[in-house]
């Protein structure tokens, strides 16, 4: 027998329809077994963007069969929204705002290190090392290719919508509700490792002395160093240029807020 539901997609993940398709109920007829993960990828919405499934006006899982007459509406995460009776789909929240990228986010990957998000990037990798590290370490998956976040191992992840980083990274503080959580210069830019202060009588400030400028080392008598790779930093010129970065990606949060 011929099933018919109706399905329709609501704020963001209208994103993903073309535009005759967005923001409206849409028929869907197919024969057989369907589960709701199914129907909502066959309109190629990735599931990890979805967090609340209702059909027929309760909650339900991904893995939920829909049958002839359902009506399945289709919600992203709601942010501060209070949602009320309803089931949102149960993620882990082990995770937190730990993060991995795919090789084309080098950039957003450098900001959001800035900002102290543990940012797991390596330009080397493929997609399926990709998928398996988000699911291996339960991070949260970023790219902009739809087909690498429909991998059914993924749980968790978002395409980045921007394509300038500086908003790709205010995008990913307002998806994640991050943007209190900033704390700048704790975290390595070259390797994701995190920095530590180096204590002014410690045998490690005797020893980094030999790495640092003659320059620097007239003005600067503060350290600090990634407990990884062993970069060191101070809050030369660079801190100020980082400290503006930080500023313009704020200002584009609290714009987009206001709209
Ligand atoms: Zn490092």
Redesign the pocket.
């Known amino acids: 027998m011929k099933s018919h539901v109706t399905i329709r997609f609501y704020g963001e993940l209208n994103d993903f329809l073309d535009a005759k398709s967005r923001q409206k109920e849409q028929d869907c007829y197919f024969y057989g077994i369907r589960s709701v993960k199914d129907l909502i990828e066959s309109f190629s919405v990735p599931h990890v963007e979805v967090d609340l499934i209702l059909v027929n006006g309760e909650s339900a899982g991904f893995e939920h069969i829909v049958g002839d007459g359902d009506r399945v509406s289709v919600y992203p995460g709601f942010g501060g929204i209070e949602i009320g009776e309803v089931t949102k789909i149960q993620r882990s929240e082990q995770g937190g705002s730990r993060f991995v990228l795919d090789v084309h986010l080098g950039t957003l990957a450098r900001y959001l290190r800035i900002m102290g998000f543990d940012a797991d990037y390596d330009s080397q990798r493929d997609d399926p090392e990709i998928a398996r590290i988000a699911y291996e370490e339960d991070r949260i998956l970023l790219t902009r290719d739809r087909r690498l976040l429909m991998r059914n191992s993924v749980e968790r992840g978002r395409i980045i919508r921007n394509k300038d980083p500086l908003l790709q990274a205010s995008e990913v503080l307002e998806r994640f509700g991050l943007c209190g959580n900033i704390n700048p210069f704790t975290r ?1 830019i ?4 995190t920095i530590e202060s180096v204590p002014f009588d410690s045998q490690e400030y005797k020893e980094l002395q030999e790495h640092i400028p003659p320059g620097v080392k007239s003005w600067c008598s503060e350290y600090q160093r ?1 407990i ?4 060191i930093y101070w809050r030369g010129s660079h801190y100020d240029n980082m400290e503006k970065l930080i500023d313009r990606i704020m200002e584009v949060c609290a714009e987009s807020r206001k709209i």
């Open positions: 390595c070259q390797c994701n490792g990634c990884r790779c062993g970069k």
